[in-house]
């Protein structure tokens, strides 16, 4: 019984770890695609890159939002 607990334990923080990173690298491009509404001349431009940033942002947050709660579960 203990390896099966070790085993799902090291699989749940494998998985938190990559959806740490995949959520930080989320957040970072979705601040790069808000940035981009600066340099987007036509207004349905600006206006797709301000979703495109609003939609990866909230992914992003949630999936660390996500791993913080896997955290404190397993303190």
């Known amino acids: 019984m ?3 607990e070790d085993q799902d334990k090291s699989r749940t923080l494998q998985e ?3 959806s740490k990173a995949l959520g930080l690298f989320l957040l970072i ?3 790069v695609v808000l940035v981009s509404i600066l340099f987007t001349d036509t207004g349905i431009g600006k206006l797709t890159n301000l979703g495109a940033g609003i939609v990866l942002a909230a992914i992003g947050g949630i999936m660390l939002l996500r791993v913080r709660k896997t955290g404190r579960k397993q303190a």
């Open 29 to 31: 491009f979705a601040l």
């Open 2 to 4: 203990a390896a099966t």
């Open 16 to 18: 938190a770890q990559i």
